[in-house]
């Protein structure tokens, strides 16, 4: 059972930064697949980035060029760095996993970022 822990959250003006991390319980260099989820109030849980371990990288169209995802499987961490931060980024930030086999998908507790205006 892999289990995930964020980090990184908290409360940041509109135009500001931040960086979340996400820390495996195990090696992540067979996780296929790593990412960041948000889930605003009252919204589905949607993807934001994700960074497979043969080096593919996806953003939502709405992050990109603001925010960085990278892995360091050496550290069993991935990373979300935020930039020029907006009220519509605010949101439960969610660590994901998906290993390739056995087949199986896991998340982290989540934690809060929040912008202001």
């Known amino acids: 059972q892999v289990q995930l822990v964020e980090s990184g959250g908290g409360f940041v003006q509109a135009g500001g930064s931040l960086t979340l991390s996400c820390v495996s319980s195990?090696?992540?260099?067979?996780?296929?697949?790593m990412g960041w989820y948000r889930q605003a109030p009252g919204e589905r849980r949607n993807v934001v980035a994700t960074?497979?371990?043969?080096?593919?990288?996806q953003y939502e169209d709405s992050v990109k060029g603001r925010f960085t995802i990278s892995r360091d499987d050496a550290k069993n961490t991935v990373y979300l760095r935020m930039n020029s931060l907006s009220p519509d980024d605010t949101g439960v930030y969610y660590c994901y996993a998906a290993r390739a086999w056995p087949r199986e998908d896991f998340w982290g507790q989540g934690t809060q970022v929040t912008v202001s205006s």
């Open positions: 195990e090696n992540i260099g067979p996780i296929q697949v």
């Open positions: 960074a497979t371990n043969d080096g593919d990288i």
